[in-house]
């Protein structure tokens, strides 16, 4: 007999299409008006000094305020939206109130009374997600009576997909989100992002599919408009659903393999009743991975351009967040700087698990997890350690110097900017309407 239900919906209108996918699973039912509801959004970036490719990447202010009006519309008045954005600078307030302000938050918070809270400005909890796994989770969101979850219908090169369960770790602090990239094999980041719904309030969960993306979670990815939008109670149901939607199997994921396992349950949707449409008429295609060439040891485009002298090997799962947002920036440097003489026998290594290999002239070590890992490595001759956790763009541009990288100044000045580049794919295509990131 089916257990969990989930709706799968056309995006047609504003408000209608979101309320007949919740309507369809009784997405509200018995919830007390006076509940304490916390809305959690993807807003997985911003960039205060430049437009940048919003689809895909970004739940749209669309699905969040047809949620918000048709909770305040049912007699629910205690409402926050809560979100951490990762910037570089820790101490960085700024980005966040500009993201908010964009994306009309603080619009609602006036019309409709909401809250709405920079988590990394708030207090969190330190919680047991497991015996072995506690973390520091928002305590606005964990004191809440029903968490609305909004993740975005993307893929996502590490997790294969990120959805309702990957969206909620967006509320953990900085050093838990470190630690989820753990290097253990067992308790890996699959593992622990498994464990992320564990303590949270009852859930309903609404995969905004307005937009999906390819080769996510960031812009670097390639955005469809899909118009689907997908709802339900359980959090898992909702991503097994949400990853056929991507024409990926759910159990070639493996968080959401883990995940059934812990619940007993299968990652095939036997257990699931699906209303509204069908899975097999929206399904689309979604690459997930990053094609790099044999051996993983350089980018595929990059060994088709003939870059030669330069092992960059394909990150790893350890490898956070933090020190992803730099991987772009050394990538595009290697690219920058080669005039089709060979670098000089160099490896990049990253994450917390990769080792040096022998006979390299240089060996560059990113981040503090790196330098603590492999700084007396016998097979290094030249060490250029990048430390910092995460190293700065100075510690960057330095060790980039040494190894013999050398970009012209124009590129490091016009960093903030380079998300602009992004826009270029998105020219003259209508469908991709800005709108849909404002109220
Ligand atoms: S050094 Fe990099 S990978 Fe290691 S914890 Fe720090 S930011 Fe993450």
């Not at 949707?269 to 699906?274: G, H, K, R, T, Y």
Request: proline share 5%; with cysteine; hydrophobic share 35%.
């Amino acid at each position: 007999m089916s257990k969990y239900h989930v709706s799968i919906v056309e995006y047609k209108e504003p408000y209608e299409s979101v309320k007949k996918a919740i309507d369809l699973i009784d997405g509200l039912k018995d919830i007390p008006n006076d509940s304490k509801i916390f809305i959690k959004p993807n807003v997985v970036y911003w960039n205060r000094h430049c437009d940048f490719p919003k689809w895909g990447m970004i739940t749209t202010s669309r699905v969040v305020e047809d949620v918000v009006r048709i909770l305040y519309e049912s007699g629910f008045s205690d409402i926050t939206i809560g979100e951490g954005i990762i910037t570089e600078d820790k101490d960085d307030k700024e980005t966040a109130k500009q993201a908010f302000e964009y994306l009309g938050y603080y619009d609602l918070q006036e019309k409709y009374g909401i809250k709405v809270y920079n988590t990394f400005e708030r207090p969190f909890d330190r919680i047991n997600l497991t015996d072995n796994l506690s973390v520091k989770m928002n305590t606005d969101m964990l004191n809440s009576d029903f968490l609305i979850d909004l993740p975005v219908l993307k893929t996502h090169a590490q997790c294969v997909v990120s959805l309702g369960l990957k969206n909620i770790k967006g509320l953990i602090n900085i050093p838990s989100r470190k630690k989820f990239h753990s290097a253990d094999p067992e308790q890996n980041l699959h593992y622990n992002v498994a464990q992320l719904a564990n303590k949270i309030p009852p859930t309903l969960v609404i995969i905004d599919g307005i937009y999906t993306l390819e080769r996510g979670p960031a812009m670097d990815g390639k955005a469809h408009r899909s118009n689907i939008l997908v709802a339900s109670r359980d959090i898992l149901s909702a991503d097994l659903v949400g990853a056929n939607l991507l024409d990926i199997d759910p159990s070639a994921v493996p968080h959401l393999v883990q995940a059934a396992k812990d619940r007993n349950r299968t990652t095939d949707l036997s257990e699931i009743e699906i209303k509204g449409e069908k899975i097999e008429v929206l399904a689309k295609p979604h690459e997930w991975d990053y094609v790099y060439k044999e051996n993983d040891t350089l980018p595929l485009p990059y060994a088709k351009a003939g870059i030669e002298g330069i092992k960059y090997h394909k990150y790893d799962e350890s490898m956070c967040t933090f020190c992803s947002m730099l991987n772009g920036i050394i990538l595009t440097a290697i690219k920058t700087a080669y005039k089709g003489e060979a670098y000089d026998n160099i490896e990049v290594l990253t994450g917390k698990e990769m080792e040096p290999t022998e006979g390299m002239n240089k060996t560059i070590l990113l981040g503090q997890c790196q330098y603590t890992k492999n700084k007396d490595h016998p097979n290094i001759n030249e060490l250029i350690a990048i430390k910092g956790c995460p190293p700065s763009l100075d510690e960057l541009k330095e060790g980039l110097k040494m190894a013999g990288i050398r970009v012209p100044s124009y590129f490091y000045k016009n960093i903030d900017k380079a998300p602009l580049l992004f826009m270029q794919k998105y020219k003259g295509k209508p469908e991709f309407e800005e709108a849909f990131f404002q109220i």
